[in-house]
């Protein structure tokens, strides 16, 4: 469960209770000044702490209730912010599974008896047996210009977070060439969207679902601005980049063209048709990649057959020719 602390002198989104051992007030008063990034002398003149005895015990059941003692890192953007925003594109609500590579069998399980759940800059830590989850806080978002350039910040960012795990619980979850990271869960928003605008002015609600039965794109003001999101579990960045941005980019362009009485349920099943489309070239181009595979294989095996029929002509002992 995660709360925010609104009390006077502490900053929203700072603090996160997650564990069910609540922090007493003194702990939340050092907890909040490391994450700040104060440092232990700062800390123990404005707690009035008077002992480095006393201010140890309370780092020591901050850790032992499952808090990370970090520094706030760079990047975080809080909700104020999106209002005015300038660039298009903010991802969040991301999901990531890491594949444990390699661990300190002791170590790690003498922190998951600690507390299998952890909190690093507000985001939630499980820890399980053979890999990690990550959920990110309610308040972290990545904005960008593209997709990508979205994508390029939230991955630097976790990069941060997963090196933090790796020297804190004895991990080894990054190695080239190993692809045991999934991102199994996240929303890419379009900011302040006019078509979401206008739909949620006249209270109608924009909530479409796939063939696979699940919503892929929804019209939401949560944040503080207007925004269309696609939120598919596996397929939000692709939604974004290969059906949104390019039919509102498209509709942009050629809008002086189009019908202007056009309603908001025909640019609904515009977008539908869009993606709809992209999906057959998707499975289209996975039947020829298939084929191309059955074809190279086949070429192999032939190819195999060839050189053994060449090497058994090779070893075949030649018949001495004789005259006379």
């Not at 999934?182 to 206008?198: M, P, S």
Request: with cysteine; proline share 1%.
């Amino acid at each position: 469960m995660v709360e925010s602390n609104d009390k006077k002198g502490v900053e929203k989104g700072v603090v996160c209770h997650g564990s069910d051992d609540k922090l007493t007030k003194r702990e939340q008063q050092i907890y909040t000044l490391f994450l700040k990034g104060f440092i232990k002398k700062d800390i123990m003149r404005i707690s009035s702490i008077n002992s480095d005895s006393t201010f140890y015990k309370h780092r020591k059941n901050i850790i032992k209730k499952g808090y990370s003692l970090r520094p706030k890192m760079d990047g975080v953007k809080k909700r104020h912010h999106s209002l005015h925003h300038k660039e298009r594109f903010r991802l969040h609500g991301e999901q990531i599974t890491i594949k444990i590579i390699w661990k300190d069998e002791l170590k790690y399980q003498k922190e998951r008896e600690k507390s299998n759940i952890r909190f690093y800059y507000d985001n939630r830590i499980e820890l399980n047996r053979h890999n990690i989850e990550i959920y990110s806080n309610k308040d972290l978002s990545f904005f960008g210009k593209s997709v990508e350039d979205c994508d390029k910040k939230s991955m630097s960012y976790w990069l941060k977070v997963i090196n933090l795990l790796e020297n804190d619980l004895g991990l080894v979850l990054l190695k080239s060439r190993k692809n045991n990271i999934c991102r199994v869960a996240g929303h890419i928003a379009d900011v302040n969207n006019k078509l979401a605008e206008k739909t949620l002015k006249e209270d109608n609600i924009i909530k479409v679902y796939g063939s696979d039965s699940k919503v892929w794109m929804i019209a939401d003001a949560s944040w503080g601005s207007v925004e269309l999101e696609c939120i598919h579990p596996r397929e939000h960045k692709t939604d974004m980049k290969r059906v949104i941005d390019p039919f509102f980019n498209d509709l942009r362009e050629h809008y002086e063209n189009s019908d202007e009485s056009m309603t908001m349920s025909g640019l609904l099943n515009l977008i539908k048709e869009q993606r709809k489309e992209m999906k057959e070239i998707k499975e289209t181009l996975k039947g020829t990649i298939g084929i191309q595979r059955l074809i190279m294989e086949d070429i192999r095996i032939l190819v195999g057959n060839n050189k053994i029929s060449k090497m058994k002509e090779d070893t075949k002992p030649e018949i001495a020719r004789y005259i006379g």
